[in-house]
């Protein structure tokens, strides 16, 4: 029995499978690592507003103890489920190694739809799945963090549910809280900001001029939306946007602002006046520099990967591009900056604020950004190093330089009994 199986773990250990053959780790390692060591299942009810009380769906995965706690964050999503859960997990895993951070991977989810909730029932939902995982979180045992439906008022609600469990504050639980309560300047624009520098530095390899470039973004959410403003902070134009209810096109560059107060009073990024409507599906055909897919996983498959007219391919999001798609790519001019690279900086920044957190020391915004900047440089720099000298794609060197961190970490510790 496989209690992952789905189509996102599959792909997920197929991309470490690959990882692991160039590696040629042997298989009583690859076994030790590959399967997650933990997973919660929870049932969360929930009273809503009429009086009814709904039972909720939600879990959370750990997926390797092998050097310190875990981190990953939680997902509030209708389609979450077991086996999504678990290959994220893996994929924190290996970014978490690769970038340096001493932190095995975990992700956490709730089937449920945010937006259909009101403040109320989110909140209640939120607290009740925090009082189920107790056991099994904590500064020094696992720490969850932000995802795609989850925002820093949950994280709030997270750690206060926390501490009065515990009887005294512990901020150190979660990260991307509201500053106010421990949590570390610049953690919401981390991703965004990461993905955005290392864009510039793809493009400084291939000699793109980011002042006369041009960017596609696949969905609008913290990633994306802080993606595009550091990307046009560099002159680079945004000329199309989506997210799950339409996507937007003006080729001579969307008004950001405008673009997100129109997001903030229609929940979409659809019906925007400063462009035209265009198909979702087309998006990722559009001609540009840059295409960043910042929304769910297995996005870019066997079905549109030949149509990328893009240069550099800036995985914000986590899974985006699948192994059939991989292979189309490799055979084409695109740059490919892996997910777990490309969208690392969250979790960096998030490491920042555990360690503020447990220091109650907290920095300015300008030294997180320059500590931040210093770590996906030097990442930058091992991967495409890597994937030179090695002829690989950047994924597998990505990839592989995670998954042997861990490999070795865990061989080190031995096997107990
Ligand atoms: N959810 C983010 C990710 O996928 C951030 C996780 C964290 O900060 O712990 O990388």
């Known amino acids: 029995m496989n209690p992952y199986d789905s189509p ?11 990882a692991a053959n160039f590696l040629d780790l042997p298989e009583e390692i690859r076994k030790r690592i590959k399967s997650p060591k933990r997973a919660l299942i929870v049932n969360i009810p929930v009273r809503h507003d009429d009086g009814s009380v709904r039972n909720y769906h939600g879990c959370r995965v750990q997926h390797h103890l092998a050097f310190g706690p875990t981190k990953g964050g939680i997902r509030y999503h209708p389609d979450a489920t077991l086996g999504e859960v678990a290959a994220l997990a893996m994929w924190m895993s290996w970014k978490c190694a690769l970038v340096g951070l001493p932190y095995g991977g975990a992700k956490g989810g709730v089937a449920c739809d945010p937006k259909k909730l009101s403040k109320g029932e989110l909140e209640r939902l939120t607290r009740r799945y925090t009082q189920e995982l107790i056991p099994i979180i904590g500064p020094y045992i696992d720490i969850p963090a932000p995802d795609m439906g989850t925002d820093a008022q949950v994280m709030a609600w997270i750690m206060d549910t926390y501490s009065v469990h515990m009887g005294y504050s512990t901020p150190g639980v979660v990260t991307g809280k509201p500053i106010e309560i421990g949590g570390s300047l610049g953690r919401t624009e981390a991703t965004g900001r990461g993905v ?11 000699k793109i001029d980011a002042a006369k470039a041009t960017a596609v973004v696949q969905g609008f959410g913290n990633v994306g939306e802080h993606a595009a403003f550091a990307l046009a902070l560099h002159g680079t134009k945004i000329i199309a946007v989506s997210d799950s209810s339409g996507a937007v096109y003006n080729k001579a560059g969307l008004h950001l602002d405008d673009l997100v107060i129109h997001k903030a009073d229609h929940g979409t990024v659809a019906g925007f006046k400063g462009a035209d409507a265009i198909k979702p599906e087309e998006i990722v055909a ?34 985006p591009t699948t192994p059939e798609a991989d292979r189309i790519l490799a055979n084409s001019d695109v740059f490919v900056l892996p997910d777990i690279l490309c969208n690392s900086g969250g979790v960096v920044v998030s490491y920042f604020e555990w360690v503020q957190d447990l220091q109650n020391f907290f920095w300015s915004e300008a030294e997180v950004n320059d500590k931040l900047y210093r770590i996906l440089e030097k990442a930058f720099v091992h991967v495409t190093q890597f994937a030179k000298t090695s002829q690989v794609p950047m994924r597998t060197a990505a990839m592989a330089l995670g998954v042997s961190k861990v490999a070795k970490a865990a061989a080190q510790r031995g096997l107990f009994p």
């Open 8 to 18: 996102t773990y599959n792909m997920a250990c197929e991309q470490f499978e690959q």
């Open 196 to 206: 955005g520098y290392l864009i510039n530095r793809a493009f400084d390899l291939l």
């Open 286 to 319: 559009l001609p540009c520099d840059v295409l960043v897919p910042a929304a769910l996983e297995r996005e870019i498959t066997e079905k549109n990967a030949a149509r990328l007219k893009c240069r550099v391919l800036a995985e914000g999001a986590n899974g």
